[in-house]
């Protein structure tokens, strides 16, 4: 049965209003990604870290799933073969617009995780360092988000699915954050067709057999619509 991945990052969510981390205004140009998204960080300033991600998981309580959401989840019931959806974002704009099989490589908003005892449950909207464990009363829970210098999760199930889908399609990603950024060559490696879907052609764009640019809530339904239509 035909089975296409698509990798997804912040581009994706950028017309929902939450904005992404490269683009001239994005997070990365208001923050120091050392401070807010690595261990060390938390390690440093815990309070400053929660503060960082309860104002992101506000931002997305209060966001709406936009057309390239929808778009991808028309996709997973109405194509042909099997779409798996890897996303880099910890938003769940993805699951909110219909989409069922969601790999959250970098993690979620929507997790709490403790950094004693690894047990995860539902976050609450506002995070912070004297919350305890619920299940070892540890005072050390964090985000369940994956920091720069952690291994993304569920890496083994990517990897599998990259060396058997027949199509390989990476949407509103800059292409500057590995593994994910690998993905495309590892695609290529193993012979699958590859496309890029992108404000404008990303940092690894020459890898992609294919491309088209536009917002993503133009060309993404655009490109669905015209999957599943084919004859
Ligand atoms: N439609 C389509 N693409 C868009 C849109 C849009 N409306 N707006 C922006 N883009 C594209 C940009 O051109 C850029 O290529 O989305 C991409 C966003 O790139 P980044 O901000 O780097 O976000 P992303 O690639 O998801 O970052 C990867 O880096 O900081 C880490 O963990 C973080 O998951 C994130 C990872």
Same mark, same amino acid.
């Not at 997973?76 to 779409?83: L, P, S």
């Not at 690894?118 to 920091?147: E, K, L, N």
């Not at 940092?203 to 619509?225: K, L, M, N, Y």
């Given at each position: 049965? *035909? ?12 017309? *929902? ?81 219909? !989409? ?11 997790? !709490? ?21 619920? !299940? ?26 990259? *060396? ?20 495309? !060559? ?16 990303? *940092? ?28």
């Amino acid at each position: 049965m *035909s089975h296409m991945v698509i990798l997804t990052g912040a581009g994706v969510s950028a017309e *929902s209003g939450l904005g992404t981390f490269r683009d001239k205004d994005g997070l990365w140009t208001k923050y120091d990604l050392n401070e807010v998204a690595t261990p060390e960080g938390f390690a440093r300033n815990p309070d400053l870290v929660h503060e960082f991600y309860n104002a992101r998981r506000a931002n997305c309580q209060n966001a709406q799933p936009n057309a390239a959401h929808t778009a991808l989840a028309r996709l997973q019931t109405k194509y042909r073969g099997r779409v798996t959806i890897v996303t880099q974002n910890v938003d769940d704009l993805h699951e909110r617009g219909g !989409a069922s099989e969601v790999i959250h490589m970098h993690g979620e908003l929507s997790g !709490a995780l403790c950094a004693i005892c690894d047990h995860r449950w539902a976050a609450p909207r506002v995070m912070s360092p004297t919350d305890h464990c619920p !299940a070892c009363d540890s005072p050390a829970t964090r985000p369940d988000i994956v920091w720069f210098g952690e291994m993304p999760y569920r890496m083994d199930e990517i990897y599998a699915a990259l *060396s058997e889908v027949d199509l390989f399609v990476a949407i509103g990603t800059s292409g500057n954050v590995y593994p994910a950024a690998g993905f495309v !060559a590892e695609a290529r490696a193993a012979g699958v067709e590859t496309l890029e879907l992108n404000l404008e052609p990303s *940092s690894t764009a020459g890898a992609f057999d294919t491309a088209r640019f536009g917002p993503a809530t133009e060309i993404v339904p655009q490109w669905v619509s015209e999957l599943i239509n084919a004859p």
